[in-house]
């Protein structure tokens, strides 16, 4: 099993920063990635990025390259999303998971089993 908690969400303007956090406990976590997905209001669950814990490789969908950054802190166990340049349609509830490494840059929902709670971003115009 992995514990992820998620924190760091909150209301931000457009153009803004806001940075979430992701907090991992339970199994080795070198056989992990870990991924950022986002769900707004009646759309589907959209994977935006993941890093391979063990050599921090990561890799992002299009939507949020050059403006979405994720890396890792290994010493506190915890996964960071910092957001720049945040646009209204990135409002959204942010969850992390946990994938087994070898599904790195895979953006399928199924191969995460394990989720946080998700956290709610709120972007003003």
């Known amino acids: 099993q992995v514990q992820l908690v998620e924190s760091g969400g909150g209301v931000v303007q457009a153009g803004g920063s806001l940075r979430l956090s992701c907090a991992a406990s339970?199994?080795?976590?070198?056989?992990?990635?870990m991924g950022w997905f986002r769900q707004a209001p009646g759309k589907e669950r959209e994977f935006l990025t993941v890093?391979?814990?063990?050599?921090?490789?990561?890799y992002y969908t299009d939507s949020v390259k050059g403006r979405f950054t994720i890396s890792r802190d290994n010493a506190k166990n915890t996964v960071y999303l910092q957001m720049s340049s945040v646009k209204p349609e990135d409002t959204a509830v942010y969850y992390c998971?946990?994938?087994?490494?070898?599904?790195?840059?895979?953006?399928?929902?199924?191969?995460?089993?394990?989720w946080g709670q998700g956290t709610q971003v709120t972007v003003s115009s």
């Open positions: 890093i391979r814990w063990r050599d921090g490789s990561t």
């Open positions: 339970g199994r080795t976590l070198s056989d992990y990635a």
């Open positions: 998971a946990a994938a087994l490494a070898i599904y790195f840059g895979v953006p399928e929902r199924s191969r995460y089993p394990y």
